[in-house]
């Protein structure tokens, strides 16, 4: 082999200095290629283990595979741009430092493993990392990161506008940066949440949390310290229980109960929808409190408490409003004030209700049939009353006595058993009319006693009699048993009062609504319709031997009602009423309909505001009338959780209810802003408001499934390009050589969170390339090879990883460009007709529209880009038959006048394995000699291409297989072909002078 001059080793290893990322800037597919990596980061395989004992620098390392599970051991390392894994599964790849040493991760990195490390410092940004991450001191996450998987750390500090999906807990503090978004639990020493943060999760210290202005917790704050969320704009749907001290700033929400040992102080236009239970607890100006009020210490109130206060020390309400009663020691002040709606005591160790003045039973209802038979007992139930609509109770112990005064007295007693009502039998054996009232009550109510239709009871010895009628459902048939009983002049003892009657009247009366549907009653009884009391229908009926006949009935509305009968026996008239029952709507009737109208099989985007009417209605699908008008009423609302049945197992996503539903029209509620936070399709389900409809408990219902649901924008979260050559400042790319290309998107909903169901089918967006030269004013994106591709979409995430590219010739390799500043843009498309339906996040190209601002469809790489149209050339070349002959390999370019040297071109390979002998007549014996080499401006290196001494004189023709790219359509094979002439050179027979052009 021919020795090499020192020179050309020399620059063989200047190169490799200047220039170490072009040899690094590769694919490495572990363990098989670790032989491939830097011998002096000492990496060795054995089986599925590679150990790498020197500092591993795998900066511009821009693609790292596994072939098989792999466990990468770094002594101490750096990724910077790298792609580790990506397309892959966390769970093949664990990245472990040994002894626990340190791991630098830098911006645009993109790793998808499990690592075990003491330290990760990722403070670089537009970091993606995927894996669980088990550290033993401090975890460092830069600005605009994705993390998905479970983190442990010492300490955990994430930068500004990041995305968590998974856990994460520390040690020590756990903060969340300004913006940033957390789908998973939160736990800590301390835990900050800073500016706009959101945290999806419940949120647990051992010591302080700490939330920022304008942040976000959608779930339980734990707190082993104090919970300090003192500035404006705070959001909390959870409970909130600490040790320490409470301290609610401005305008806080909370949708939850506030618990605390310590003190509660809560800062003006708060609002709290639960329970509050503390020490001292301060109420700013204009707080609302949805709940009652328990403390250990004193209560300061200046805003407004729709609940009970039970408090150990003094109560100061000079400045505020309690709706219910309050139990402090200074009970004369605190009545003093008139602000407190209910009683005023101190009993009870401050504890519970009042009691013999302060009960927190703002009045004793007795409900009754309005009539009763001297020979049987009289039904009557007693409630505990909480508030005016009696649909709160108060749960008591104890005795009732109710008294019927008239003709003589009857006094009957019950017990309330811990429950609100107390049930009793009043027998009353004299006819005649009775007025019910109590003797005595467990505890005094703040207001007089209430009766069902009035305190009037008739007592008769003769009357219709109606049997318990059970909860019934709206449009569903049920029947009734109706007595005519008499008292036996004799005995005294019931007995049949009529025999054979084949006829009665029936009515009805709506006790809640008030009154009966304004277009009339829709009770039938035996197939006829019924009039609302005190008009009758006449029914037909057949009453057996004992005197009972069965009734079929049918309510088509909602409510609580009551039934009425007559009968007409010659000299006596029968009579009865019911007790009262009520009547429920059969289901929910959900309507959710979209304004924007979308191709077949879209139904809206994650975000749009929809329209949703709400019906209550009948079981056989009519609309029940009467439901929202009761006394207090009754209302429809969906739940704040849809859940997810496309894709299978998909995360169920929010329901937000940005307008209340509002009662539209009879049985109908409707909202014009509903939005839904995930794609897919989804169930949305429907109930009651408050969870209960007239004491009879809730409504619910779902809707069909609803969808499809698509992201509301693709956002390009990074991306960056790779040209073919790029060697300090001579950067291009030739047409038709591939470049490398690498995308990170994510799909999102309107309020910017990732759509963690997409892609809920198995067609998900696919990524289009746009391309326009400014100096030519000339779109290119024809161009692109191929012009499509397919990231591969999980989560929300969507990662297109060193996808190769081109910017092809023109059809028969006709010449044109060069083209020295071309966009290149990104553009998702939905892949749907009539589509794409789902926009750009901040698009700013278009390439139809040299200066786009508005209607801007593509995301623009931030750079612009140079693309030539190339040859190679090989130069004829001659020497004594005793000595290698040199070749010279050169590129040229198209200028847009002619071709010259591209001295650019310090990239192109040279291997002399690709020179070819394609014509030897002489027979010469000689071969490809040399180095494998690369260009330097655009020349081979010499020494790095020879042919070797034949020995004898003659000549051959040769070419070089060139590169697709630096093919040209006049060459032999579309390769450049030369001579080599070996012994004394005479010209050639056609050239008079030779001149190389640089």
């Known amino acids: ?15 490799f200095i200047v220039c170490p990322q072009k040899l690094l800037a590769q694919t490495f597919t572990l363990p098989g290629q670790v032989s491939s990596l830097p011998a002096w980061w000492g990496c060795s395989a054995a089986g599925s283990i590679v150990t790498c004992t020197g500092y591993s620098d795998w900066t511009n390392v821009r693609n790292i595979a596994v072939s098989t599970p792999v466990t990468l051991r770094l002594n101490a390392g750096a990724m910077n741009g790298a792609n580790v894994n990506v397309g892959g599964n966390a769970a093949n790849l664990t990245i472990e430092l040994i002894n626990n040493t340190s791991l630098s991760v830098g911006s645009d990195s993109h790793i998808v493993a499990n690592i075990v490390a003491g330290n990760v ?20 996450i830069g600005a605009n990161a994705q993390v998905s998987g479970t983190v442990t750390a010492g300490s955990i500090g994430i930068g500004s506008n990041s995305t968590l999906t998974g856990n994460l807990s520390a040690t020590n503090t756990l903060t969340l940066g300004s913006g940033s978004t957390a789908n998973g639990n939160l736990s800590g020493g301390t835990i900050n949440i800073n500016n706009n943060a959101t945290a999806n999760g419940n949120l647990s210290a051992t010591g302080n949390v700490n939330l920022s202005q304008d942040s976000t917790v959608n779930g339980t704050i734990t707190a082993g310290g104090n919970l300090n969320a003192n500035t404006t704009g705070i959001q909390i749907q959870g409970d909130i229980s600490v040790t320490g001290n409470a301290n609610l700033g401005p305008g806080i929400q909370v949708i939850g109960e506030v618990d605390a040992i310590g003190d509660i102080n809560m800062n003006s236009n708060g609002y709290i ?20 009020v328990d403390s250990n210490g004193q209560v300061s109130n200046q805003g407004t408490i729709n609940g009970n206060v039970n408090s150990t020390g003094p109560v100061y309400t000079d400045n505020g409003t309690v709706t219910g009663y309050v139990n402090a020691p200074n009970a004369e002040q605190v009545a003093n004030t008139g602000n407190v709606g209910g009683p005023v005591c101190d009993q009870n160790s401050n504890e519970g209700p009042c009691s013999g003045g302060g009960s927190g039973v703002q009045f004793y209802h007795i409900e009754h049939s309005g009539s009763a ?39 009957s007693t019950g017990s309330f058993g811990n429950s609100a009502a107390a049930g009793l039998s009043l027998p009353i054996t004299t006819p005649g009319t009775y007025t019910l009232s109590l003797d005595s009550v467990p505890v005094a109510a703040s207001d007089p006693v209430q009766c069902t239709g009035g305190c009037q009871l008739t007592a008769v010895d003769a009357a219709l009699f109606w049997q318990d009628i059970p909860t019934q459902t709206a449009g569903s048939p049920f029947q009734v048993q109706l007595d005519a009983v008499r008292a036996d002049t004799n005995t005294g003892a019931c007995v049949a009062a009529v025999q054979g009657l084949t006829q009665i009247d029936v009515s009805v009366t709506c006790l809640d609504p008030d009154s009966c549907f304004d277009d009339g009653v829709l009770l039938s009884a035996e197939s006829s319709p019924a009039s609302e009391f005190p008009a009758y229908t006449a029914v ?37 009423v019911s007790a009262e029952f009520v009547v429920r709507p059969a289901t929910i009737g959900i309507d959710v309909t979209n304004p924007v109208t979308y191709t077949t099989g879209v139904f809206a985007r994650a975000g749009d505001d929809l329209q949703v009417e709400l019906s209550a209605l009948t079981s056989t699908g ?19 959780l849809g859940n997810a049945v496309v894709p299978e197992d998909g995360t169920d996503g929010s329901v937000q209810i940005l307008q209340p539903f509002t009662w539209l029209d009879d049985g109908i509620f409707s909202s014009s802003q509903i939005r839904y936070t995930e794609v897919g399709t989804a169930v949305f389900t429907a109930h009651a408001v408050g969870m209960d409809y007239l004491g009879t408990g809730n409504l619910t219902a779902q809707s069909d499934a609803t969808g499809r649901f698509l992201p509301w924008q693709f956002h390009v979260d990074n991306a960056w390009v790779e040209p073919a050559c790029n060697v300090m400042d001579d950067i291009f790319t030739y047409m038709d050589q591939p470049f490398v290309m690498t995308v990170n998107l994510s799909a999102r909903n309107r ?71 071309v966009s290149l843009a990104i553009r998702v498309d939905d892949g749907l007709e009539e589509g794409p339906h789902v926009p750009m996040a901040d698009s700013d190209f278009r390439e139809a529209d040299r200066d786009c601002t508005v209607d801007c469809d593509a995301v623009l790489f931030n750079e612009e880009f140079r693309f030539i149209y190339g040859e190679m050339v090989l130069a004829d070349t001659y020497g004594p038959e005793t000595e290698s002959v040199e070749v010279a390999l050169l590129a040229y370019f198209w200028d847009g006048e002619r071709f010259r040297r591209n001295t650019a071109d310090q990239c192109t390979s040279t291997e002399p394995d690709n020179l070819e002998i ?73 050239v008079i002078h030779w001149q190389d052009m640089h």
């Open 622 to 640: 009519h609309i029940t009338p009467n439901f929202g008008k009761e006394n207090q009423p009754a209302a429809l609302t969906l739940s704040t």
């Open 373 to 411: 038979l001297t020979c049987e007992a009289a039904s009557i139930i007693v409630r505990a009353c909480a508030d005016l609509a009696c649909v709160g109770g108060v749960d008591l112990t104890g005795a009732v006595a109710v008294r019927a005064s008239g003709i003589t007295e009857y006094v």
């Open 273 to 292: 929808d639960g329970n509050v239970s503390g020490n001292n607890i301060n109420i700013g100006n204009s707080a609302v409190i949805d709940g009652s």
């Open 751 to 821: 309020d910017q969170q990732l759509t963690l169901n997409y892609p809920d089918t198995a067609t998900p967006a696919v990524l289009r390339l746009q391309a326009r030269d400014a100096a030519a004013d000339l779109v290119l994106s024809s161009r692109l090879s191929p012009s499509a591709h397919v990231p591969v979409w999980a989560q929300g995430l969507g990662i297109l990883s060193a996808a190769e590219v081109t910017l092809t010739k023109l059809p028969d390799n006709d010449v044109d460009g060069p083209f020295e500043s």
């Open 121 to 140: 410092y990722a403070t670089g940004s537009n970091i993606i990392m995927t894996g669980n991450h088990v550290i033993q001191g401090q975890m460092s």
């Open 540 to 576: 037909p009926v057949q009453f057996d031997n004992s005197g009972s006949a069965v009734l079929e009935m049918d309510y088509a509305d909602a409510g609580r009602i009551r039934l009425h009968a007559r009968a007409d026996i010659g000299q006596l008239v029968l009579s009865g």
């Open 1 to 15: 082999m021919m020795k090499l001059p020192k020179w050309s080793l020399l620059l063989f290893l200047a190169m």
């Open 918 to 990: 394609i014509l030897n007549t002489d027979g010469l014996v000689t071969i490809p000699s040399g180095y494998p080499g690369q260009l330097s401006n655009g020349r081979s290196l010499y020494g790095s291409l020879l042919w070797t001494a034949p020995g004898a004189p003659g000549f051959i023709r040769f070419m070089f297989l060139a590169p697709e790219w630096l093919k040209s359509e006049s060459a032999d094979d579309n390769n450049p072909s030369a001579t080599a002439e070996f012994g004394q050179y005479g010209g050639h027979d056609r």
